[in-house]
Structure formats: C-alpha cells, structure tokens
C-alpha cells in the first residue's frame, strides 16, 4: 500500500500568543494560495503586515463574546477541523452546513504558566487559562490525516519547507499531533499543580507531572542509557536555572552530582564550600572566607576530591578558583563569580562553571519523585532543620558551646550524605565521612578510615578524628556504632535517638565521658 500523498494547505487558522514567526508562516502559506483565519491580536498582526486575513468572526458569522473567551468554540471552526475528509458523510455534513475546512491550525496558549512565575494575583491567572486554545490543538492532532497543527514557532521553519516541496507527510503531521497532546498535557499539568498549591496540597489525588525537554544528554549513568535533562519550570535555583559559563556539556552523572552538591551548600550561611563524588559529600567546611573553606573542605579526602564537583553558597574569588583548579574538577557551581576568577578557570577547558545567581532556600516546600515499577513515589523535600533549641542532651555531660556548634554542623552535613550516614568534624570542616553501609558500624569505621588516610597524607600519624564530632543521620541500633566512634577520638555525639536500645547507647557515651543530644529528627537518604 502506497503513502498517503503529502497534504496541501488550502486555509489556514493562527491564533497565537507567542507571534514569534507568525510573519514568515502567514508569507509562506498566501504564496501557496492558502486562506488566513485568525482572531484578536494575531489578525491585527497580520493586517498591519499586509497580508490578507479573514477575522474567525467574519468567517462564522458569529461574534466575540464575553471579553473574547467564546471565539472559536464554534461549529463553523472545530467542524472544519475534525471533519474527515475521507468520509464521504463528514464531507456531505460539511457541505450542508456550510463548513469549510481547515488543513492548518497552528496556535500556542495563553502564558498560564509565565503569568504564575511573575507572581500575578490569582484572577489573572485564572484569565489566563486558555479554553479554545487547547480545544483547537487537540482537535486538530486529533484529525492529524488531514490537519497540521503547530504549537511551537520552532515548528513552522521545517513546515514551510514541506509546503514548499507539495506538502507536508502523514509521519510529519503525526509527529506534530504528538507534541500536541505533549503541550496541552503538560500545560494542564501546570494548572493542575497550581490548583493544587493554593490549596496547600502537595501531594494531591492525581499527581501531574511536565517537562520540557531542554537537552538530549549523550547517555545515562552508564554509557548504554539513554538520558535526557528536562525542566520543570520551577525557579529554585540550581542546575536548571544555571548559566553554564565555559566548559564542555554536562552529563547525567554531573548534572545529579551537581544538583547534589549545590543544595548541600546551601545549608550554610558564612563561607562553604561542599564537594561532591558520586552524589555524596568528601569534603565540607565553612571559614571565614572561601579559600580558607576549600583548604578544609579538600583536607578531609583529597583523593576522592579528584575529578568531584565543587560547590560554593558565594562568589568564587580567584585566590580560590586557582586552588580548585589545581586538581582535576569536573564542576564548579556557585551563585557568582568574579572576572579573575573566570579568567583563571578558561584557562581549563573542559571544566564546567555554572552560576545560579541565588542560592536554594533549604526551608522551602517542594517535591521529590522517584519512579518504581508501575508507579512512582512522592515525597516532600526534606526541609528539616535542627537548632540548638530542637536539642535534648541525653548523657551526663552536656556538650561545651563549641561542641554544639560543631554537632549542629554535622548533622547538617549528614542530611545530604547517603543513608546510613556517619560524620565526623572539627573546627567546622568535616574529617571523616562513611556514607551509604548497610551496617551504620561499618559507616563508622570507613570514615575514620578514610581520615586515617587523609592524615598520612598531611604527615600525620593520628586520624583526623581525634577531638572530633560526630553526626548520625538516624538512631544507632547498638552501642558498637558510638564504641568505634569513641574509639576514633571523638568528644561529642548528634543523632535522632529514638531507638530500643537508647539506653544501652546513652550508657556507653557516659562511660566514654562524652556528650551526646538526640535531635528527635532523622535524615535518611537514599
């Protein structure tokens, strides 16, 4: 069976917000001797332009109505475009009514979701949400044998070739049927969640989710993956909201990686630095300044540093910038950076610097979503954050102020290292982190590991840990996990409490002499 033959346009309807190359699509469809339909804005338009246009009034002999929200929704318009016209009873029908058809409809909605980013009141949101726009688009993808339909001005360039060359083709008109339905999906998703927002309900009945794709990675996690990065539309800062400044483009692994390190940091108000390897910290502190922070940051695992993703919750200064980029850095990530400092990372060309203009709020509202099999889980962002007032000192010696600054900082850091989580700092830098054991014993003992080899490094012979800190992201289960903490020269405990065995654990700190808080907040990450 031969291919339906390439489509003709013989009358046209744009009805468009966005009049990005409506000119150049209106010229390319009058010298094919197609007939203009349009309303509003779009007319006056094409009118100023010269170019012959019939209102969709004149044609359905049929007014605007009530402030132009009844215009199209009209027998005259939507029978032009579903009539099939290989239906010998639809043409018959068609006839009789007087309806003619339309081959071409291209139309993009109201600006519902840049009218909500700008903060409007809720009846301009609400005027904003388009009826008969989405009632054309999927009319017409779904009569895509016979009408092409565009929602996107990117679409009208290669469409104009096609009818220059005869006529567009039934797999071209079906591809544009499917972004179609994509576009009004996604643009019912985004009022769905806004219903859903001024209700507070964050997790509602019927969870919507849309993205636009804004890049086709070159794979996934692994190279046999395929992958690609989409934006939500949301304006947390971050890796979607980032202007990349140099450097090669990003994969999948950074972008996760970076998106990681980015909100670790911004869980802190003076100079930090987080640095990041396979989506868990290596290295964290804070300083009076930057430079002074990536020292600290780096000396707690400087091999697992190589080739990470560095974050900062400042501008990046270049006495900093040309630290970072004495080793091998795959990201930088900050909401700024000065122009030295930008001229010493071009000298590295395939580092990637992005600056986000503005950090995350750590206390903001949100969602997580991770999809499982036949389904996916939702969650609201972990927005917890403990004080020194949320604290209950469980042992016998409470901590010394110091202490409890370091402890407060710890738990921070463990909130975005991967469950089961064991941080040991000091002087507001981490020197020691076990993350994602299935025993937290065994988180314990790697991170002291691991600060036993960061110390030969810097000629030392005991392990960083000693006179340190200690943060767990949920409760020890036994008293083995603080006796291997106890062991490593720590001074001082943070965790959740909460477990059966509390007392056992409380009364192995007490014979240590150190001080321990239950925070009654835990922070698993998975």
Same mark, same amino acid.
């Given at each position: 069976?031969?291919?339906?033959?390439?489509?003709?346009?013989?009358?046209?309807?744009?009805?468009?917000?966005? /009049?990005?190359? #409506?000119?150049? #699509?209106?010229?390319?469809?009058?010298?094919?001797?197609?007939?203009?339909?349009?309303?509003?804005?779009?007319?006056?338009?094409?009118?100023?332009?010269?170019?012959?246009?019939?209102?969709?009034?004149?044609?359905?002999?049929?007014?605007?109505?009530?402030?132009?929200?009844?215009?199209?929704? +009209?027998?005259?318009?939507?029978?032009?475009?579903?009539?099939?016209?290989?239906?010998?009873?639809?043409?018959?029908?068609?006839?009789?009514?007087?309806?003619?058809?339309?081959?071409? +409809?291209?139309?993009?909605?109201?600006?519902?979701?840049?009218?909500?980013?700008?903060?409007?009141?809720?009846?301009?949101?609400?005027?904003?949400?388009?009826?008969?726009?989405?009632?054309?688009?999927?009319?017409?993808?779904?009569?895509?044998?016979?009408?092409?339909?565009?929602?996107?001005?990117?679409?009208?360039?290669?469409?104009?070739?096609?009818?220059?060359?005869?006529?567009?083709?039934?797999?071209?008109?079906?591809?544009?049927?499917?972004?179609?339905?994509?576009?009004?999906?996604?643009?019912?998703?985004?009022?769905?969640?806004?219903?859903?927002?001024?209700?507070?309900?964050?997790?509602?009945?019927?969870?919507?989710?849309?993205?636009?794709?804004?890049?086709?990675?070159?794979?996934?996690?692994?190279?046999?993956?395929?992958?690609?990065?989409?934006?939500?539309?949301?304006?947390?800062?971050?890796?979607?909201?980032?202007?990349?400044?140099?450097? /090669?483009?990003?994969?999948?692994?950074?972008?996760?990686?970076?998106?990681?390190?980015?909100?670790?940091?911004?869980?802190?108000?003076?100079?930090?630095?987080?640095?990041? /390897?396979?989506? !868990?910290?290596?290295?964290?502190?804070?300083?009076?300044?930057?430079?002074?922070?990536?020292?600290?940051?780096?000396?707690?695992?400087?091999?697992?540093?190589?080739?990470?993703?560095?974050?900062?919750?400042?501008?990046?200064?270049?006495?900093?910038?040309?630290?970072?980029?004495?080793?091998?850095?795959? &990201?930088?990530?900050?909401?700024?950076?000065?122009?030295?400092?930008?001229?010493?990372?071009?000298?590295?060309?395939?580092?990637?610097?992005?600056?986000?203009?503005?950090?995350?709020?750590?206390?903001?509202?949100?969602?997580?979503?991770?999809?499982?099999?036949?389904?996916?889980?939702?969650?609201?962002?972990?927005?917890?954050?403990?004080?020194?007032?949320?604290?209950?000192?469980?042992?016998?010696?409470?901590?010394?102020?110091?202490?409890?600054?370091?402890?407060?900082?710890?738990?921070?850091?463990?909130?975005?290292?991967?469950?089961?989580?064991?941080?040991?700092?000091?002087?507001?830098?981490?020197?020691?982190?076990?993350?994602?054991?299935?025993?937290?014993?065994?988180?314990?003992?790697?991170?002291?590991?691991?600060?036993?080899?960061?110390?030969?490094?810097?000629?030392? !012979?005991?392990?960083?840990?000693?006179?340190? +800190?200690?943060?767990?992201?949920?409760?020890?289960?036994?008293?083995?996990?603080?006796?291997?903490?106890?062991?490593?020269?720590?001074?001082? &405990?943070?965790?959740?409490?909460?477990?059966?065995?509390?007392?056992?654990?409380?009364?192995?700190?007490?014979?240590?002499?150190?001080?321990?808080?239950?925070?009654?907040?835990?922070?698993?990450?998975?």
């Amino acid at each position: 069976m031969s291919a339906p033959a390439p489509l003709p346009v013989k009358r046209a309807l744009l009805s468009v917000s966005d /009049k990005t190359g #409506l000119l150049e #699509l209106a010229r390319a469809l009058v010298a094919q001797g197609a007939e203009i339909l349009s309303t509003g804005g779009s007319a006056k338009a094409l009118k100023n332009a010269g170019l012959p246009v019939t209102e969709v009034s004149e044609h359905t002999g049929f007014p605007e109505i009530l402030d132009g929200r009844v215009k199209t929704l +009209v027998p005259q318009i939507h029978g032009g475009i579903l009539g099939r016209r290989d239906l010998p009873a639809h043409v018959e029908q068609m006839n009789a009514h007087g309806i003619a058809p339309i081959d071409l +409809v291209a139309v993009n909605l109201y600006p519902f979701e840049a009218t909500v980013a700008s903060g409007a009141a809720d009846d301009d949101c609400i005027e904003n949400i388009d009826i008969g726009g989405p009632a054309l688009i999927r009319a017409a993808a779904k009569n895509h044998n016979h009408v092409v339909v565009l929602t996107d001005p990117a679409q009208y360039a290669p469409v104009i070739e096609a009818m220059n060359s005869g006529g567009t083709t039934l797999e071209t008109r079906r591809l544009l049927a499917g972004a179609a339905y994509a576009r009004t999906a996604s643009y019912d998703a985004a009022i769905a969640n806004w219903f859903a927002q001024r209700r507070d309900d964050l997790l509602p009945d019927r969870f919507t989710l849309a993205g636009e794709r804004h890049e086709i990675l070159r794979y996934g996690e692994n190279p046999h993956q395929k992958a690609a990065f989409y934006y939500n539309g949301s304006k947390r800062p971050g890796v979607a909201t980032a202007r990349q400044i140099q450097g /090669k483009a990003l994969s999948y692994n950074n972008l996760n990686d970076t998106d990681a390190a980015f909100e670790a940091v911004a869980e802190f108000s003076t100079p930090a630095v987080v640095v990041v /390897k396979h989506a !868990n910290p290596c290295g964290v502190a804070t300083a009076s300044d930057f430079s002074s922070a990536w020292d600290q940051a780096l000396r707690c695992d400087p091999v697992s540093a190589f080739g990470g993703i560095v974050a900062l919750n400042g501008t990046l200064d270049e006495e900093t910038a040309i630290k970072i980029a004495s080793i091998f850095t795959e &990201v930088i990530v900050a909401p700024d950076a000065t122009h030295a400092a930008r001229e010493i990372l071009a000298r590295k060309k395939n580092l990637r610097l992005l600056l986000t203009g503005a950090l995350p709020d750590p206390g903001e509202a949100g969602v997580i979503v991770r999809s499982v099999a036949g389904g996916f889980l939702a969650q609201t962002r972990d927005n917890g954050r403990i004080t020194e007032d949320d604290l209950r000192v469980a042992t016998q010696r409470a901590p010394t102020s110091e202490e409890m600054q370091e402890l407060i900082f710890a738990f921070r850091v463990a909130k975005h290292v991967k469950s089961n989580a064991i941080v040991y700092a000091k002087n507001h830098a981490t020197v020691g982190i076990g993350a994602g054991q299935m025993s937290r014993v065994d988180s314990a003992r790697i991170a002291v590991s691991k600060s036993l080899e960061a110390a030969k490094l810097l000629g030392q !012979n005991e392990p960083l840990t000693k006179g340190s +800190v200690v943060a767990s992201d949920a409760f020890f289960p036994f008293a083995d996990g603080l006796e291997t903490i106890v062991a490593a020269g720590a001074t001082a &405990v943070i965790q959740p409490g909460g477990s059966i065995r509390d007392k056992e654990v409380i009364a192995a700190a007490d014979a240590a002499g150190i001080a321990m808080v239950f925070t009654g907040m835990r922070h698993f990450r998975h």
